[in-house]
């Protein structure tokens, strides 16, 4: 077979070319002593950054536009310090609406009846003492009983407990900056996941009914998410991105275009089902899905002073 003539190559000048990279769009060096605003303006335009901004951006635009903005947790975020950074967003009335798994009331709690939370699994699993803290399961699970036989959900039960009881540190607790505000704040629960299950003051009715009336709470919420609105989780794997998936199918069921939606991801790592139920299908109508990846405890505070700095 004879040779290619390479000669032959046709070529073309470089800057002719249309590149998806330019100098334009580079970071810039920061300056000792420079504001946050010029912190954030100096990130490199590609990739995650553009992605990041957009998350800031649909978040400030639905603030401004009085639209929905939903932040569904993993307890993870709670015990790693972040709770003020929510607070602040709530008591601001740019998230509207938070929903955690059952995991969540756990450190909740604790953080507002002593400023500590988070045992050592490991150390305690060996003696069979993991999970037996006696104020944890004795508060939450009596607060449980109590208010579902109210036709409450878990968020306004345990919230409502924390403030009654005027914890020492409630100022630190989302469920009850929630319920003093009447922000929506829904727990969906997994029977056996909890350290307040392995009680028998457990009340599995009580805990089911409570649950399934924040399930109604957050399809309704849900309901209100198109034309604008925001949805994000933050480090639930399985649980709150099932239940995200059924509360859009019941809300476009009954007749609600959620539609036209932002929706986000933030992980230290990705998973399949927020992959799929928070950011994929649920946007297949319309809308604009983000996946970010990092931890928490860098990622949300930049989240929150950015967002804060746009407004």
């Not at 810039?28 to 002593?33: A, D, Q």
């Amino acid at each position: 077979m004879p040779a290619l003539n390479f000669a032959k190559l046709k070529t073309y000048p470089a800057g002719s070319r249309k590149s998806k990279v330019n100098i334009k769009a580079f970071a810039r060096p920061g300056r000792k002593g420079g504001s946050f605003r010029q912190f954030y303006e100096s990130l490199p335009n590609f990739l995650a950054v553009n992605e990041f901004r957009a998350v800031v951006d649909a978040i400030v635009a639905a603030h401004k536009r009085r639209k929905t903005v939903l932040w569904m947790l993993g307890a993870h975020v709670i015990k790693v310090g972040l709770s003020p950074l929510l607070i602040e967003l709530i008591r601001r009335k740019i998230v509207t609406a938070i929903a955690m798994n059952g995991a969540g009331i756990i450190h909740d709690f604790e953080l507002a009846f002593m400023g500590s939370t988070s045992e050592d699994v490991a150390a305690a699993l060996a003696d069979g003492s993991f999970g037996m803290a006696e104020e944890t399961h004795s508060y939450i699970n009596k607060a449980i009983r109590e208010g579902a036989a109210r036709g409450w959900g878990l968020g306004r039960s345990v919230g409502t407990m924390i403030v009654k009881r005027r914890l020492p540190y409630r100022n630190l607790s989302l469920l009850a900056t929630c319920h003093e505000l009447g922000v929506p704040a829904t727990v969906h629960v997994a029977i056996g996941t909890d350290i307040i299950h392995q009680q028998s003051s457990a009340d599995g009715a009580a805990i089911g009914r409570a649950s399934l009336a924040d399930f109604r709470t957050l399809v309704g919420v849900v309901a209100t998410l198109g034309g604008g609105g925001v949805a994000g989780n933050f480090g639930s794997a399985v649980i709150l991105p099932e239940v995200f998936l059924k509360a859009v199918s019941i809300a476009r069921n009954l007749g609600h275009g959620v539609k036209n939606l932002t929706t986000f991801d933030f992980d230290m790592i990705r998973h399949y089902r927020p992959s799929e139920n928070v950011l994929k299908r649920p946007t297949l109508l319309g809308g604009k899905a983000v996946h970010i990846t990092g931890h928490h405890e860098l990622m949300i505070p930049l989240l929150v002073r950015a967002i804060t700095e746009q407004l």
